[in-house]
């Protein structure tokens, strides 16, 4: 058995403590540790950012980040999207315009648009697409995910 | 731009979908996000060899380490001889399916699965498949399928023998199967054309590329009871397969379906579900989980088949094709059932021809065994024909669509396998594109080019059942048994409501599993809106039905008496809202339905696109994109715009850069995302849809299934706007920046 | 009641080239067993265990039936054999 690690964090908010290998990555801690499977395992290896949350408010693949990494962090996923009973605008327009078909790839855009508004809350379709290029969705053909998040950062 | 005149309260709207919520939240439960208690991790280890005997294996290793519950190997399959059954969508033999979750005597692809450890985690799982020991003697391979066929290619299967236009060959071969569509007369159509274009084709093998891997987690029980979670396009599909692959009845398997990631096509057939029912009944029946890595989606999953395509077309000056002839042969993958039947059924479908023949070739080569993506073969086929007619409209001096017009079939004309079509909207969708505002927008700067293409595709109707019962506040439960991968919840919810008369708002709909629901084929072929529709359609009738007796008890009438509009049922001047009546129903109603439709009819769709070619670096940048389809009548239009939308930006990903790279040994090279490198919102320019509206008669609303058509004509709409920008006619796929460069540079050789 | 029946260009090494033969029936079923009756040979080809072969659908005026051979002619109709194509 390997040694585990206890690590010391903020997920969503709140203050916790997790036990994890060394050699797992925060996407495996997120999901078999904390039970949060709202970040994606699409490809493991950084390619496709079904597993984006927010590092710090940082955008990262959380598969390409260590667990022991979060250690005095915080970590931001879909599951702390939405607040109060009310959902994220993004969230919102997602639905609204049909942003989404199959749903896996749905909360690393979400997160990726999320660091994507927070930078620059008026982008253009352009920027709106170079932002989002990490992110792979085989279902849409982005039209209706390029016109949500613009839709919502008339919104926001 | 509609043609319809019914006027719908719920159909044509776009309201939420019914999961919405629990997918931007991240609270829907996919394949991989399944926990049962003491469940374990599997994983499976994977040939590195093309094409090798298996000598033999040791996992003794293995089963010393600690953690490690169980190790399976292709003994603990049960033996199946020779069966031909109909599995999901397909016709397979089930020695070869059995074969392919695990390998018996041979591996035939690099990434063929040969054992599987189930473990306490995954890292010791994964650990463990480096200490079975498995010794190969290495055989020559052969990948690419005209190389199959010469008669000192290596044989991959020793007793497959070619059937060969119906009869049964008898020397050892790597053709499954040479199958003919003919008709008229091809020399003296040929004779009779002013112009004729004859070019051969490559397409190269492509994968599906959801971006959820396959999972399964199954637990066998003490009583043999076998429950499996999986993400699938359908759980009966996989209680099937699991059946026949394990010899037990369909009755011990219960299959429940979660949310899933994407499938087009790929997740039909089982790789992963018969090994996790094993490993838990080898590990003392607890539950085991597995996933596969996306390297193991690549090398192991899918693909669809790479082809070489030869097509000869004539045509008069008027602009009529005179003849039509082509030569498909398809790499099957490691086993026989490529799609070069439904090639062969889409390569000409287009077009009114008198004289024809097709000839389709089914070939095994040392690639993983083919599954169905997305409208399978048409791509390919429609890449070959739909150039060769640009060309001959070119040469004839006709604009393109106009001379697709001057061909096109309509209600009457026969396919090229022989029935007549019924209504079909191809010349609807045709003038839909002609006069879109795309096709006579200024294109102007250098190199760049617009080009079109059409596409068919046949769908398919199957077999759905749906059941719905009425709560005592007039809302009603649906529950369907069709996997939903992209708002099928909200099209099957809001016919349901249209055909009761509810609002949306009041259906709440349920996917649910093989205990829970009658037999469901497979959400796959176009068919769910369609068929998982009409089921609820016959659901609603009941339900109205049985709601208008009730409504004739309460007030004591004849039920003959008693109207229905509207959710509002009326007697003599008494009013009764659906919502009052399920209020006072003192036995509840509930009704199910089965239904197997066949008038699903075919769907056409016409793409433009315009492109600029970088004649440095051979790139080539989509400037702009217009799909206009017929879509029967568009239930839910956001969801149809996005198969639209979706279908194409995967048709630019097998046109531009998507492909299978081996090395010389027959090892996939790029088994990655990085390396296969799929369209990313970079790449792509919005894509603008055209729902041509003419209902299909064969369905209760209209529908026409609209999945599939959209994944043909890309890549030939791509290569024909590549000529006009570059001035190369593209005969390979992927029209990678290397080959634009390299056909540049022959023809500015041919040209000095 | 006579229907039009096509035959598949792979079975028309049975039929002598002929491309379409006029057959007196009542089922599928009893088209192949007349079709077999002029054309020896040509049942195998189409049918196996009582069934159409995997693979195989019969198209009756232009639309595939589930029933297969127990499929009912009640009008003079057009049939056509057809490769069963799948989807995605
Ligand atoms: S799973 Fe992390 S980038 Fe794909
Ligand atoms: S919606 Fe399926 S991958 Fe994006």
Redesign the interface.
């Known amino acids: ?1 390997k040694s585990k690690v206890i690590v010391a964090t903020t997920i969503n908010g709140e203050e916790l403590e997790f036990l994890c ?1 060394p ?1 797992q990555s925060l996407l495996e801690v997120l ?1 078999d540790v904390l ?14 950012g ?1 597993c984006n949350v927010l590092l710090d408010g940082v955008l990262v693949n959380s598969c390409l980040v260590l667990g022991v990494e979060a250690e005095g962090r915080t970590v931001e ?3 702390g ?2 607040s109060g009973g009310q ?1 994220h605008p993004l ?1 919102q327009k ?5 942003a ?8 690393g855009f ?1 997160l990726a648009a999320k660091s994507l508004l927070d930078h620059n809350p008026d982008p253009t ?1 352009a920027e ?3 932002w ?16 949500a998040v613009l839709d919502a950062a008339d919104t926001v | 731009m509609t043609t319809t005149t019914t006027s719908y309260k719920v159909i044509g709207s776009r309201p939420l979908r019914p999961d919405g919520v629990d997918k931007v939240t991240g609270r829907a439960i996919y394949g991989a996000d399944v926990r049962l208690p003491g469940m374990l991790y599997g994983k499976v280890l994977r040939s590195p060899h093309a094409h090798a005997r298996i000598v033999s294996i040791d996992a003794s290793a293995a089963l010393t380490l600690r953690g490690v519950r169980a190790v399976i190997t292709a003994q603990d399959l049960p033996a199946i001889g020779d069966k031909i059954a109909d599995l999901g969508e397909s016709v397979v033999n089930l020695r070869y399916a059995s074969n392919n979750i695990l390998a018996h005597d041979k591996v035939l692809y690099h990434g063929h699965a040969v054992a599987a450890v189930a473990a306490d985690n995954v890292h010791i799982a994964e650990e463990a498949l480096a200490l079975i020991k498995v010794e190969y003697e290495v055989l020559p391979h052969v990948l690419d399928g005209k190389q199959a066929m010469s008669a000192n290619a290596p044989i991959l299967l020793d007793d497959l023998r070619t059937n060969e236009l119906g009869k049964l060959g008898n020397a050892p071969t790597n053709v499954a199967e040479h199958i003919r569509h003919q008709r008229g007369d091809l020399d003296k159509g040929f004779a009779e054309a002013d112009v004729i274009v004859e070019r051969t084709f490559h397409t190269a093998t492509v994968h599906q590329g959801y971006i959820e891997p396959q999972n399964a987690t199954a637990l066998w029980n003490e009583d043999d009871q076998v429950f499996v979670w999986c993400s699938t396009q359908g759980a009966f599909s996989v209680q099937e397969q699991l059946a026949e692959l394990l010899q037990i009845p369909i009755s011990r398997i219960t299959v429940t379906p979660t949310e899933i990631g994407g499938g087009f096509g790929g997740k039909i057939n089982v790789y992963l579900d018969p090994l996790a029912a094993l490993l838990s009944r080898k590990a003392g029946h607890r539950p085991v989980k597995m996933t596969m890595t996306r390297a193991e989606v690549l090398t192991s999953t899918g693909p669809t088949s790479g082809s070489h395509i030869r097509v000869k077309m004539g045509a008069r000056r008027d602009g009529t094709i005179t003849a039509a002839q082509a030569e498909l042969i398809y790499e099957a993958g490691a086993y026989p059932g490529s799609p070069v039947g439904a090639g062969c059924g889409v390569i000409f479908a287009n077009y009114r021809l008198e004289n024809l023949q097709i000839d389709g070739y089914d070939v095994v080569v040392n690639r993983p065994k083919a599954s169905a993506y997305r409208a399978p073969g048409g791509t390919n086929a429609a890449f070959a024909s739909e150039t060769v007619v640009d060309e001959l409209a070119e040469k004839l001096g006709i604009d393109p669509i106009e001379f697709r017009l001057r061909n096109a079939v309509r209600e009457g004309d026969r396919r090229p396998d022989g029935p007549e079509y019924k209504r079909i909207g191809l010349i609807e969708t045709l003038e839909a594109a002609r006069s879109h505002p795309h096709y006579t927008a200024p294109l102007t700067g250098k190199h760049r080019g617009r080009g079109v293409a059409a596409g068919y595709w046949g769908n398919w109707g199957g077999k759905s059942s749906a059941t719905a019962t009425v709560n005592s506040d007039g809302t009603v439960n649906l529950i369907e048994g069709s996997t939903d991968i992209g708002g099928s919840r909200a099209s099957i919810a809001m016919q349901l409501a249209e055909t009761l008369g509810l609002p949306y708002e009041d259906i709440r709909p349920q996917v649910v599993g093989t205990a829970s629901v009658g037999y469901n084929d497979v959400t796959g072929g176009s068919r769910t809106t369609f068929g998982t529709g009409w089921a609820v359609y016959e659901v609603g009738k009941k339900i109205l039905a049985e709601m208008r007796q009730r409504a004739a008890e309460y007030w004591d009438v004849p039920v003959e008496s008693v109207q229905v509009a509207d959710g509002v049922f009326a007697h003599n001047g008494d009013q009764m809202s659906f919502r009052e009546l399920a209020g006072k129903l003192d036995t509840p109603v509930t009704a199910s339905a089965s239904v197997h439709p066949q008038n699903y009819g075919p769907g056409f769709g016409v793409h433009i696109v315009d492109v600029e070619v970088d004649v440095e670096t051979g790139k080539v940048e989509i400037l702009r994109y217009t799909a206009a389809q017929d879509v029967g009548k568009a239930i839910h239009p956001s969801y149809v715009e996005g198969q639209l939308q979706g279908g194409a930006a995967q048709g630019i990903g097998w046109a531009l850069n998507e492909e299978y790279v081996y090395d010389d040994k027959g090892r996939l090279v790029n088994a990655s995302l990085l390396d296969y490198r799929m369209p990313t919102a970079l790449d792509l320019p919005m894509i603008d849809t055209v729902l041509v509206e003419a209902p299909n008669p064969g369905h209760p609303y209209g529908v026409r299934g609209v999945g599939e058509v959209p994944i043909v004509p890309p890549a030939a709409a791509v290569a024909n706007a590549i000529y006009r920008a570059a001035g190369v006619r593209m005969t390979e796929l992927p029209m990678s920046p290397a080959r634009i460069v390299a056909a540049l540079a022959t023809q500015s050789t041919n040209a000095a | 009641m006579r229907h039009d029946v096509w035959i598949p260009p792979v079975h028309r090494d049975l039929t002598g080239g002929e491309e379409r033969v006029q057959i007196e029936a009542v089922t599928i079923g009893e088209v192949v067993t007349a079709l077999e009756q002029r054309f020896p040979g040509i049942a195998a080809r189409l049918t196996h265990e009582g069934q159409l072969r995997p693979g195989i659908a019969v198209a009756v005026n232009g639309v595939v039936t589930p029933r297969g051979l127990r499929q009912r002619l009640d009008h003079a109709s057009e049939i056509h054999f057809v490769p069963a194509m799948a989807g995605g």
């Open positions: 058995m290998e050699r999901r039970g949060l499977t709202g970040a994606k395992e699409g490809c493991n290896n950084g390619n496709c079904a996923t879909v599951e999207m939405a959902l969230q997602f639905l609204e315009h049909a989404l078909q199959c749903g896996i790839c749905t909360p979400l379709e709106v697409r170079h989002l290029a990490g992110n792979l969705c085989r279902c849409t053909g982005y039209d209706k995910i390029v016109r």
